[in-house]
């Protein structure tokens, strides 16, 4: 019976693959990677950003018709989702407070050893922002377009739970939908990436990281990779072997949902370009840099974790975020930093101070300067320290912004948006499936400052 269950299960994958346009080769991959990615972002979104079960599973099968085939059993007394896609793979992916959520993996115990540890909560702060938790300066006319502007968006389907507008170094207007709210944490996707290069940067700051030592990392020491600097990595132009199209099969779903170790799995690839000529999209590199970081603040989860709450989540003032590990204690720096809009600005707010933020110094100006400059490939130089720039190329990436916009941007749209040239930070989060008219709504909003 059992035999003959598998049988048709295996028939269901692909005839439903088929359907889809989908190769043989994806199919072998899709019941690990489809319940990897359910167990986990099901886990998270539940129990990290709070979400209702329904709200969860509504946000997780927008990304492929075979999550509607998944089978998921929701534990809320113990915050762990079980999740299996037709009986072929099962996967569990346990909350844990302070950290959020991964795959559970047998003989990875670094998360569950961090949960027997005392941890402190972060302090929340009664202050103004960008310090505190007040928001005092929002201007009424622009609040009202912006509340209406978040309808439109909704209205047309496009799932957007946060937009927010610092302008001249204060929060003028935030809107909220769906089960959102300021205090909300929401998932930035590859935003993540540039906080982690800000991480990193802090580092070069501190004297802790020299970014001209090779190599990068240990492993690479006796073949062609040792060649490879940390500039090369930062700004995706390491030249490593990496495929970012997000099917089963492909490094990224393999290395984020059926993985312990995302940083070992990108680690791992070869050489397909030589350094520095060839700019390749990949969170196997940002995972990379991920492990740079928890080699060079101890190389536990929690030493790693305290070096970021002394000096990033701290002197930011954090108040709602969880930056989650993987199953072997490293920060997955690619992707799975969870914030409020407040906090997601407070990182834009750095970066267009030049690297100062409440007083406190987080990186040189010389690296914000460094970080948001085109890069040296020889196919799109528009990208910096882990930031989407508007110069660089022959065409801006966003036409009718100015030149000097630079983002960091995520998965399902999300964005945080800095244009120096008008004191402007525009935050967005949402669940967006297709693209988000960010240049369109920004221009907006850059008229609504205009006739204040």
């Known amino acids: 019976m059992k035999k003959i269950i598998v ?81 072929l793979a099962t996967t569990t992916a346990t909350h844990v407070d302070g950290i959020g959520c991964y795959a559970d993996y047998e003989g990875f115990e670094q998360r569950a050893d961090y949960a027997a540890e005392e941890r402190i909560p972060m302090p929340v702060f009664s202050s103004r922002w960008p310090h505190g938790t007040r928001v005092e300066t929002i201007d009424s006319a622009i609040q009202s377009q912006l509340d209406a502007m978040i309808a439109a968006d909704n209205t047309e389907g496009l799932d957007t739970r946060a937009l927010l507008i610092v302008h001249n170094g204060q929060i003028i207007a935030e809107s909220y939908a769906g089960e959102a709210d300021a205090e909300t944490p929401l998932l930035g996707w590859s935003m993540a990436k540039s906080l982690m290069a800000i991480m990193l940067g802090n580092l070069e700051y501190r004297g802790l990281l020299d970014p001209t030592t090779t190599p990068v990392v240990e492993q690479w020491a006796d073949d062609e990779r040792a060649n490879i600097e940390l500039t090369d990595l930062l700004t995706m132009t390491d030249g490593l072997a990496f495929s970012e199209a997000y099917n089963p099969g492909d490094d990224a779903t393999a290395m984020l949902f059926t993985e312990a170790s995302g940083s070992d799995y990108a680690i791992s690839r070869p050489v397909a370009q030589r350094p520095g000529t060839q700019f390749n999209y990949s969170s196997g590199t940002a995972n990379i840099l991920s492990r740079v970081y928890f080699n060079h603040t101890g190389a536990t989860l929690a030493d790693s974790l305290a070096d970021y709450r002394e000096h990033i989540a701290t002197p930011l003032s954090f108040q709602h975020t969880v930056f989650e590990p993987d199953a072997a204690g490293v920060l997955v720096g690619s992707s799975y930093f969870y914030a409020s809009a407040r906090d997601w600005a407070r990182i834009g707010q750095l970066m267009l101070n030049g690297g100062v933020l409440n007083g406190h110094r987080i990186v040189s100006e010389d690296w914000v300067e460094r970080a948001t400059s085109p890069n040296s490939s020889r196919n799109n130089r528009a990208y910096g320290y882990q930031f989407w720039l508007n110069r660089g190329n022959a065409d801006q990436r966003w036409p009718d912004l100015p030149p000097d916009a630079y983002a960091a941007n995520g998965n399902r749209e999300q964005s945080v948006t800095v244009l120096p040239s008008q004191d402007l930070v525009v935050v967005r989060l949402g669940w967006t499936t297709g693209r988000y008219p960010i240049n369109d709504r920004i221009v907006q909003i850059m008229g609504w400052l205009t006739t204040e």
Do not use: H, M, W
């Not at 190769?23 to 209702?52: D, E």
């Not at 998944?70 to 299996?84: A, C």
């Open 7 to 87: 049988t048709v299960a295996i028939v269901a994958v692909l005839s439903i693959a088929f359907a889809n346009g989908i190769t043989p080769a994806y199919v072998a991959s899709a019941p690990g990677v489809a319940s990897g990615i359910g167990a986990k972002l099901l886990c998270s979104g539940r129990y990290v950003s709070g979400f209702s079960q329904q709200q969860a599973l509504d946000d997780l099968v927008k990304y492929s018709p075979l999550l509607d085939y998944l089978s998921v059993e929701f534990d809320d007394s113990n915050e762990r989702v079980t999740t299996s896609f037709l009986g």
